[in-house]
């Protein structure tokens, strides 16, 4: 079993930046595919940005393209999400997930662990 635990949510003005972490409580995190998503209010929870398991390789929603930058550090087990330029639609609850297999997803179904959320507030 993996545990997940998102840090850095909170209530920023637009324009302004985050940066989420993600520290996941496993030996074997270098092997997991990380990703990033959200769920605003009333809406489906929805794919923001994943990285493979080298951080070779990276993949972002257009909606974030641009402003958000994932990252990870193996050594230390956490992956990160940078947000910049955040828009009052950004807000959501953003969750991390892991994902064992070595193709890099954007489907929530294929991921096998999630953490339990931190709250994005981005006011106008």
């Known amino acids: 079993q993996v545990q997940l635990v998102e840090s850095g949510g909170g209530l920023v003005q637009a324009g302004g930046s985050l940066r989420l972490s993600c520290t996941a409580s496993?030996?074997?995190?270098?092997?997991?595919?990380m990703g990033w998503f959200r769920q605003a209010p009333g809406k489906e929870r929805e794919f923001v940005a994943a990285?493979?398991?080298?951080?070779?390789?990276?993949y972002y929603a257009d909606s974030v393209k641009g402003r958000f930058t994932i990252s990870r550090n193996n050594a230390k087990n956490t992956v990160y999400l940078q947000m910049n330029s955040l828009k009052p639609e950004d807000t959501a609850v953003y969750y991390c997930?892991?994902?064992?297999?070595?193709?890099?997803?954007?489907?929530?179904?294929?991921?096998?662990?999630w953490g339990q959320g931190t709250q994005v507030t981005v006011s106008s």
């Open positions: 990285i493979n398991w080298s951080g070779g390789r990276t």
């Open positions: 496993t030996l074997s995190f270098s092997v997991y595919v």
């Open positions: 997930a892991a994902d064992l297999t070595t193709a890099v997803t954007t489907t929530s179904s294929q991921y096998d662990y």
